[in-house]
Nanobody, 115 residues
Framework: QVQLVESGGGLVQPGGSLRLSCAASGSDFVIYSMAWYRQAPGKQRELAAFITSGGTTNYAHSVKGRFTISRDNAKKTVYLQMNSLKPEDTAVYYC?????????WGQGTQVTVSS
């Protein structure tokens, strides 16, 4: 069993930056692929970025070059550095951990990009 707790969301102006953190509890964090999803009002949840247990990353086209996902296995934490934020990045951001059939979600953190 894995519990995920996100933090770091908030209100930021266009062009600004935020860093989201997702702290995991439980054992075997290192084996999980980790991801950040986001859900904007009235839209479906979408994958923003993921990182495998081996450190391979991939990004949605809309965030590539602006967002960076990373993980610290010793701290059981995954990060999402978000730069050059746009109003369309406004969403609830969810942390996800996956290994085989195991699939865990955090409660989400709100990111609002507005002047």
């Amino acid at each position: 069993q894995v519990q995920l707790v996100e933090s770091g969301g908030g209100l930021v102006q266009p062009g600004g930056s935020l860093r989201l953190s997702c702290a995991a509890s439980g054992s075997d964090f290192v084996i999980y692929s980790m991801a950040w999803y986001r859900q904007a009002p009235g839209k479906q949840r979408e994958l923003a970025a993921f990182i495998t247990s081996g450190g391979t990353t991939n990004y949605a086209h809309s965030v590539k070059g602006r967002f960076t996902i990373s993980r610290d296995n010793a701290k059981k934490t995954v990060y999402l550095q978000m730069n050059s934020l746009k109003p369309e990045d406004t969403a609830v951001y969810y942390c996800n951990a996956q290994y085989g059939a195991a699939d865990y979600w955090g409660q989400g953190t709100q990111v609002t990009v507005s002047s």
